[in-house]
């Protein structure tokens, strides 16, 4: 007769099979635990990261709504355009130079708004319009077209070759019209950024 050995049966031998099974729980468990931990580390400084972020995004964003609605000195606001108005006079050509000089250039009339906002300030001032490199042919500073006439005073433009600028005058019977004089007169000007 064979006799078979059967450790298992023998009360040793399922203690040591569960002794290996909880060893293998017990290791599972640690690893389990330690990825966990990591991840969890992980999530709690990425959260951080995130509120700094944001906290650092909602600063900006309040300097940027405080620099919006703050005028800065000698300028004024109108819809999404600052504007400087001089208080000295110039030709047009030095009047373009000054507004370079701040970031800015000659006002470019885009809108009958920002026409009713110049006429507002009830002076006259240079503006960014000329036609000095093709007679007869408006262009403003930025290169496009004037694209209508009723911005001219009556009779306007009427200069010929020698009147090449353009001033916008505020009078009570031609109010905020544009009137072609010749570059070198001297005006106040009037600059947009």
């Not at 110049?118 to 500073?141: A, P």
């Not at 009078?171 to 009037?190: A, E, M, N, R």
């Amino acid at each position: 007769p064979r006799v078979h050995f059967q450790w298992w049966k023998r009360p040793s031998g399922v203690a040591a099979v569960c002794l290996g099974l909880l060893c293998v729980l017990l290791l599972a468990g640690i690893i389990g635990l330690s990825v966990y931990y990591k991840l969890q580390t992980s999530s709690n400084t990425l959260t951080i990261e995130r509120d700094q972020l944001q906290k650092e995004r909602d600063d900006l964003m309040r300097k940027f709504s405080n620099l919006k609605q703050t005028c800065p000195e000698g300028w004024r606001k109108f819809e999404s355009s600052w504007y400087f108005l001089s208080t000295v006079i110039k030709p047009w050509d030095e009047s373009r130079q000054d507004c370079l000089e701040r970031g800015a250039d000659l006002v470019v009339i885009n809108s009958d708004k920002e026409q009713e906002f110049l006429n507002n300030l009830n002076q006259y001032f240079w503006i960014g319009l000329n036609d000095s490199v093709t007679e007869g042919t408006w262009k403003w500073v930025d290169g496009t077209p004037l694209n209508t006439t009723r911005y001219w005073g009556s009779r306007q433009p009427n200069g010929g070759g020698g009147e090449n600028c353009v001033l916008f005058l505020f009078s009570s019977s031609d109010q905020g019209k544009l009137h072609d004089y010749p570059c070198s007169d001297v005006s106040s000007w009037i600059c947009e950024k």
